[in-house]
Protein backbone atom coordinates (compact mmCIF):
# COMPACT_ATOMS: atom_id res chain seq x y z
CA UNK A 1 0.00 0.00 0.00
CA UNK A 2 2.77 2.31 0.78
CA UNK A 3 4.36 1.46 -2.18
CA UNK A 4 1.92 2.04 -4.16
CA UNK A 5 1.17 5.26 -2.62
CA UNK A 6 4.49 6.23 -3.12
CA UNK A 7 4.33 5.77 -7.00
CA UNK A 8 0.70 7.37 -6.93
CA UNK A 9 2.25 10.50 -5.54
CA UNK A 10 5.16 10.29 -8.09
CA UNK A 11 2.69 10.27 -11.09
CA UNK A 12 0.86 13.36 -9.74
CA UNK A 13 4.31 15.04 -9.39
CA UNK A 14 4.91 14.68 -12.62
CA UNK A 15 1.42 15.65 -14.46
CA UNK A 16 1.87 18.94 -11.94
CA UNK A 17 5.39 19.48 -13.41
CA UNK A 18 4.40 18.75 -17.25
CA UNK A 19 1.36 21.10 -16.29
CA UNK A 20 3.86 23.75 -15.10
CA UNK A 21 5.79 23.50 -17.89
CA UNK A 22 3.39 23.83 -20.58
CA UNK A 23 2.06 27.04 -18.90
CA UNK A 24 5.47 28.43 -18.75
CA UNK A 25 5.73 27.43 -22.44
CA UNK A 26 2.70 29.38 -23.15
CA UNK A 27 3.75 32.71 -21.30
CA UNK A 28 4.23 35.16 -24.21
CA UNK A 29 7.48 37.34 -23.43
CA UNK A 30 7.44 41.05 -24.75
CA UNK A 31 10.31 43.49 -24.10
CA UNK A 32 9.16 46.97 -25.12
CA UNK A 33 12.43 49.13 -26.59
CA UNK A 34 11.75 52.98 -25.87
CA UNK A 35 14.60 55.69 -25.29
CA UNK A 36 16.35 57.46 -22.40
CA UNK A 37 14.84 58.36 -18.81
CA UNK A 38 14.25 62.03 -19.74
CA UNK A 39 12.13 61.91 -22.81
CA UNK A 40 8.47 60.77 -23.14
CA UNK A 41 9.40 57.34 -24.74
CA UNK A 42 10.59 55.50 -21.60
CA UNK A 43 7.53 56.33 -19.44
CA UNK A 44 5.41 55.90 -21.87
CA UNK A 45 6.85 52.11 -22.99
CA UNK A 46 6.93 51.33 -19.04
CA UNK A 47 3.00 52.29 -18.97
CA UNK A 48 2.25 50.36 -22.31
CA UNK A 49 4.14 47.04 -20.03
CA UNK A 50 1.97 47.37 -17.48
CA UNK A 51 -1.15 47.39 -19.60
CA UNK A 52 -0.30 44.52 -21.50
CA UNK A 53 0.80 42.86 -18.08
CA UNK A 54 -2.22 43.62 -16.23
CA UNK A 55 -4.83 42.74 -19.43
CA UNK A 56 -3.28 40.16 -21.77
CA UNK A 57 -3.11 36.50 -19.88
CA UNK A 58 0.07 34.66 -20.28
CA UNK A 59 1.51 37.97 -20.94
CA UNK A 60 4.81 39.29 -19.44
CA UNK A 61 5.99 42.89 -20.40
CA UNK A 62 8.84 44.83 -20.01
CA UNK A 63 10.29 48.15 -20.72
CA UNK A 64 14.17 48.92 -22.00
CA UNK A 65 15.98 51.87 -21.32
CA UNK A 66 17.72 52.66 -25.03
CA UNK A 67 19.66 55.19 -26.97
CA UNK A 68 16.01 55.90 -29.14
CA UNK A 69 15.07 54.55 -32.34
CA UNK A 70 18.43 53.64 -34.08
CA UNK A 71 19.05 51.74 -31.54
CA UNK A 72 15.02 50.41 -31.31
CA UNK A 73 15.05 49.22 -34.69
CA UNK A 74 18.23 47.46 -34.33
CA UNK A 75 16.50 45.53 -31.36
CA UNK A 76 13.89 44.75 -33.79
CA UNK A 77 16.03 43.62 -36.52
CA UNK A 78 17.88 41.50 -33.94
CA UNK A 79 14.98 40.16 -32.69
CA UNK A 80 16.06 41.40 -29.09
CA UNK A 81 13.03 43.17 -28.77
CA UNK A 82 9.57 42.04 -29.78
CA UNK A 83 8.01 45.56 -29.39
CA UNK A 84 9.46 49.33 -29.84
CA UNK A 85 8.52 52.85 -30.38
CA UNK A 86 10.41 54.59 -33.28
CA UNK A 87 10.13 57.63 -35.63
CA UNK A 88 9.20 57.31 -39.07
CA UNK A 89 12.25 58.61 -40.59
CA UNK A 90 14.70 56.47 -38.74
CA UNK A 91 12.10 53.60 -39.31
CA UNK A 92 12.26 54.43 -42.80
CA UNK A 93 16.03 54.61 -43.19
CA UNK A 94 16.02 51.31 -41.49
CA UNK A 95 13.79 49.52 -43.79
CA UNK A 96 15.69 50.74 -46.55
CA UNK A 97 18.81 49.72 -44.89
CA UNK A 98 20.21 53.10 -45.79
CA UNK A 99 22.52 55.52 -43.34
CA UNK A 100 22.78 54.24 -40.12
CA UNK A 101 21.40 50.87 -41.46
CA UNK A 102 23.49 50.20 -44.58
CA UNK A 103 23.84 46.87 -45.34
CA UNK A 104 21.53 45.68 -42.38
CA UNK A 105 17.89 46.23 -43.57
CA UNK A 106 15.22 45.92 -40.83
CA UNK A 107 12.16 43.81 -41.49
CA UNK A 108 10.05 45.96 -39.53
CA UNK A 109 6.04 46.52 -39.31
CA UNK A 110 3.72 48.78 -38.03
CA UNK A 111 1.41 48.12 -35.23
CA UNK A 112 -0.25 51.66 -34.51
CA UNK A 113 0.80 55.25 -35.03
CA UNK A 114 1.05 57.24 -31.54
CA UNK A 115 1.62 60.75 -31.43
CA UNK A 116 3.71 63.90 -33.22
CA UNK A 117 7.35 63.94 -31.92
CA UNK A 118 8.38 67.76 -32.05
CA UNK A 119 11.84 69.07 -33.00
CA UNK A 120 12.88 71.37 -30.31
CA UNK A 121 16.00 73.55 -30.45
CA UNK A 122 16.86 74.40 -27.32
CA UNK A 123 18.88 77.16 -25.49
CA UNK A 124 18.73 79.95 -23.08
CA UNK A 125 18.86 83.52 -23.56
CA UNK A 126 22.43 84.94 -22.92
CA UNK A 127 23.71 82.10 -25.50
CA UNK A 128 23.38 84.75 -28.55
CA UNK A 129 20.85 81.90 -30.08
CA UNK A 130 18.05 83.61 -32.25
CA UNK A 131 17.85 81.92 -34.94
CA UNK A 132 19.26 78.82 -36.47
CA UNK A 133 21.98 80.18 -38.04
CA UNK A 134 23.22 81.73 -35.19
CA UNK A 135 24.22 78.07 -34.31
CA UNK A 136 27.47 78.37 -36.53
CA UNK A 137 30.09 78.73 -33.57
CA UNK A 138 28.24 77.25 -30.92
CA UNK A 139 28.79 73.94 -29.13
CA UNK A 140 25.99 72.02 -29.83
CA UNK A 141 24.48 68.77 -28.71
CA UNK A 142 22.73 66.54 -31.79
CA UNK A 143 21.57 63.85 -29.28
CA UNK A 144 23.06 60.68 -27.90
CA UNK A 145 24.15 58.01 -30.54
CA UNK A 146 21.64 55.47 -31.64
CA UNK A 147 18.76 57.97 -30.92
CA UNK A 148 16.15 59.69 -33.98
CA UNK A 149 16.77 62.85 -32.33
CA UNK A 150 20.45 62.81 -34.39
CA UNK A 151 19.24 61.88 -37.52
CA UNK A 152 16.02 64.28 -37.85
CA UNK A 153 18.79 67.08 -36.19
CA UNK A 154 21.55 66.34 -38.94
CA UNK A 155 18.55 66.99 -41.32
CA UNK A 156 17.18 70.41 -39.96
CA UNK A 157 20.68 71.55 -39.86
CA UNK A 158 21.63 70.96 -43.12
CA UNK A 159 18.29 72.22 -44.64
CA UNK A 160 19.17 75.43 -42.98
CA UNK A 161 22.53 75.18 -44.40
CA UNK A 162 24.86 74.74 -42.08
CA UNK A 163 27.59 72.12 -41.49
CA UNK A 164 27.06 70.17 -38.74
CA UNK A 165 30.65 69.24 -38.40
CA UNK A 166 32.23 72.03 -39.72
CA UNK A 167 30.11 74.86 -38.93
CA UNK A 168 29.87 74.02 -34.89
CA UNK A 169 31.19 72.11 -31.90
CA UNK A 170 29.31 69.16 -31.77
CA UNK A 171 28.40 66.32 -28.78
CA UNK A 172 26.17 63.76 -28.50
CA UNK A 173 24.17 63.50 -25.42
CA UNK A 174 20.63 62.70 -24.66
CA UNK A 175 18.12 65.20 -23.54
CA UNK A 176 18.69 64.94 -19.87
CA UNK A 177 22.45 65.32 -20.09
CA UNK A 178 21.66 67.59 -22.47
CA UNK A 179 19.97 70.07 -20.22
CA UNK A 180 22.72 68.76 -17.39
CA UNK A 181 25.51 70.52 -20.06
CA UNK A 182 23.62 73.63 -20.77
CA UNK A 183 22.75 74.47 -16.92
CA UNK A 184 26.63 73.99 -16.27
CA UNK A 185 27.59 76.17 -19.29
CA UNK A 186 29.10 73.08 -21.47
CA UNK A 187 27.15 73.70 -24.39
CA UNK A 188 24.89 76.58 -26.25
CA UNK A 189 21.57 74.81 -27.31
CA UNK A 190 20.61 70.91 -28.30
CA UNK A 191 18.45 69.44 -30.14
CA UNK A 192 15.69 67.36 -28.94
CA UNK A 193 12.90 65.55 -31.05
CA UNK A 194 10.36 64.16 -28.21
CA UNK A 195 6.82 64.31 -27.20
CA UNK A 196 5.02 67.65 -25.27
CA UNK A 197 6.15 68.22 -22.29
CA UNK A 198 9.02 66.49 -22.07
CA UNK A 199 10.66 66.20 -18.91
CA UNK A 200 14.50 67.21 -19.43
CA UNK A 201 13.32 70.27 -20.91
CA UNK A 202 10.48 71.40 -18.38
CA UNK A 203 13.66 71.07 -15.60
CA UNK A 204 16.03 73.51 -17.83
CA UNK A 205 13.08 76.09 -18.13
CA UNK A 206 11.92 75.68 -14.07
CA UNK A 207 15.98 76.36 -13.48
CA UNK A 208 16.20 79.57 -11.23
CA UNK A 209 17.88 82.11 -13.23
CA UNK A 210 17.42 80.43 -16.47
CA UNK A 211 14.82 81.71 -19.35
CA UNK A 212 14.40 78.87 -22.13
CA UNK A 213 14.10 80.27 -25.38
CA UNK A 214 12.96 77.57 -28.73
CA UNK A 215 14.24 78.51 -32.00
CA UNK A 216 12.14 78.60 -34.85
CA UNK A 217 12.89 76.56 -37.71
CA UNK A 218 9.60 76.08 -40.23
CA UNK A 219 11.46 77.20 -42.73
CA UNK A 220 13.72 74.21 -43.50
CA UNK A 221 10.79 72.08 -43.61
CA UNK A 222 10.37 72.25 -47.26
CA UNK A 223 13.89 71.50 -48.08
CA UNK A 224 13.53 68.16 -45.62
CA UNK A 225 10.70 66.98 -47.39
CA UNK A 226 12.01 67.43 -50.84
CA UNK A 227 15.14 64.95 -49.75
CA UNK A 228 13.27 63.12 -47.81
CA UNK A 229 10.41 61.88 -49.28
CA UNK A 230 7.85 64.25 -47.33
CA UNK A 231 7.22 62.72 -44.32
CA UNK A 232 7.74 65.66 -41.98
CA UNK A 233 5.00 68.16 -41.15
CA UNK A 234 5.04 71.85 -39.66
CA UNK A 235 4.00 71.90 -35.81
CA UNK A 236 4.04 74.04 -33.14
CA UNK A 237 5.24 73.50 -29.49
CA UNK A 238 2.18 75.95 -27.79
CA UNK A 239 3.15 78.83 -25.57
CA UNK A 240 3.20 77.73 -21.51
CA UNK A 241 3.94 74.55 -22.63
CA UNK A 242 7.37 74.79 -20.52
CA UNK A 243 8.42 77.26 -18.00
CA UNK A 244 9.15 80.41 -19.35
CA UNK A 245 7.89 80.05 -22.72
CA UNK A 246 6.43 83.35 -23.68
CA UNK A 247 5.34 82.36 -27.53
CA UNK A 248 4.00 79.67 -29.41
CA UNK A 249 7.28 77.81 -31.01
CA UNK A 250 6.95 77.25 -34.91
CA UNK A 251 8.92 73.83 -35.29
CA UNK A 252 9.27 70.47 -37.92
CA UNK A 253 7.56 67.35 -36.40
CA UNK A 254 7.59 63.92 -37.64
CA UNK A 255 4.98 60.57 -36.30
CA UNK A 256 5.89 58.18 -33.87
CA UNK A 257 5.04 54.94 -34.40
CA UNK A 258 4.99 51.49 -33.25
CA UNK A 259 6.69 48.55 -34.43
CA UNK A 260 7.59 45.07 -34.45
CA UNK A 261 9.40 42.42 -36.42
CA UNK A 262 7.93 41.42 -39.64
CA UNK A 263 8.08 37.61 -38.01
CA UNK A 264 5.41 38.69 -34.67
CA UNK A 265 2.36 36.08 -35.15
CA UNK A 266 -0.61 37.51 -36.19
CA UNK A 267 -2.32 37.18 -32.82
CA UNK A 268 0.38 38.82 -30.88
CA UNK A 269 0.49 41.74 -33.15
CA UNK A 270 -3.19 42.02 -32.56
CA UNK A 271 -3.93 41.34 -28.89
CA UNK A 272 -1.24 44.44 -28.23
CA UNK A 273 -2.85 46.79 -30.78
CA UNK A 274 -6.54 46.08 -29.38
CA UNK A 275 -5.13 46.72 -25.38
CA UNK A 276 -3.87 49.65 -26.23
CA UNK A 277 -6.74 50.91 -28.20
CA UNK A 278 -9.24 49.34 -25.63
CA UNK A 279 -6.74 50.97 -22.43
CA UNK A 280 -5.61 53.89 -23.41
CA UNK A 281 -6.97 56.05 -20.54
CA UNK A 282 -4.40 53.75 -18.19
CA UNK A 283 -1.67 54.87 -21.02
CA UNK A 284 -2.72 58.61 -20.77
CA UNK A 285 -2.43 58.46 -17.19
CA UNK A 286 1.17 57.65 -17.91
CA UNK A 287 1.85 60.16 -20.43
CA UNK A 288 -0.82 63.23 -22.01
CA UNK A 289 0.55 62.19 -25.06
CA UNK A 290 -0.45 58.75 -25.57
CA UNK A 291 -4.40 61.04 -25.55
CA UNK A 292 -3.30 61.13 -29.58
CA UNK A 293 -3.23 57.33 -30.15
CA UNK A 294 -6.33 57.09 -32.47
CA UNK A 295 -8.38 54.74 -34.86
CA UNK A 296 -8.60 58.20 -37.05
CA UNK A 297 -4.77 58.56 -37.27
CA UNK A 298 -3.88 54.83 -37.98
CA UNK A 299 -3.15 55.56 -41.50
CA UNK A 300 -0.90 54.67 -44.47
CA UNK A 301 0.45 58.40 -44.76
CA UNK A 302 1.30 58.72 -41.09
CA UNK A 303 3.30 55.51 -41.36
CA UNK A 304 4.82 54.80 -44.94
CA UNK A 305 6.05 51.35 -42.95
CA UNK A 306 4.05 48.34 -44.10
CA UNK A 307 1.68 47.60 -41.68
CA UNK A 308 1.82 44.14 -39.62
CA UNK A 309 -1.51 41.83 -40.83
CA UNK A 310 -2.74 40.90 -37.19
CA UNK A 311 -2.69 45.16 -36.53
CA UNK A 312 -4.33 45.57 -39.94
CA UNK A 313 -7.37 43.03 -38.43
CA UNK A 314 -8.65 44.74 -35.58
CA UNK A 315 -8.24 48.16 -37.11
CA UNK A 316 -9.98 46.22 -40.15
CA UNK A 317 -13.03 44.66 -37.51
CA UNK A 318 -12.98 48.52 -35.97
CA UNK A 319 -14.12 50.16 -39.49
CA UNK A 320 -10.45 51.79 -39.96
CA UNK A 321 -9.79 51.71 -44.04
CA UNK A 322 -6.18 50.81 -44.29
Known amino acids: MKRNGLIFA ?11 GALAQQQTTIAIATGGTGGVYYPLGGGMANVLTKHVPGYAATARVTGGSVDNLKLIGSKQSEVALVMVDAAVDAVKGEDKFKGAPVDARTLMVLYPNRMHVVTIEGKGIEKMSDLKGKRVSTGSPGSATEVMAFRVIEAAGLDKDKDMRRERLGVAESTNAIKDGKIDAYFWVGGLPTAAVTDLGATPGTKLKLIDHTEVLEKMNAKYGGIYSAAVIPAKTYPGQDKDNAITS ?15 AYDIVKTFIEHKAELVAVHGEAASIDLATQVQKNSPIQWHPGAVKYFTEKGVKM
Request: net charge neutral.
Open 254 to 268: VQNILISNASMPDKV
Open 10 to 20: ALIGGVALMAG
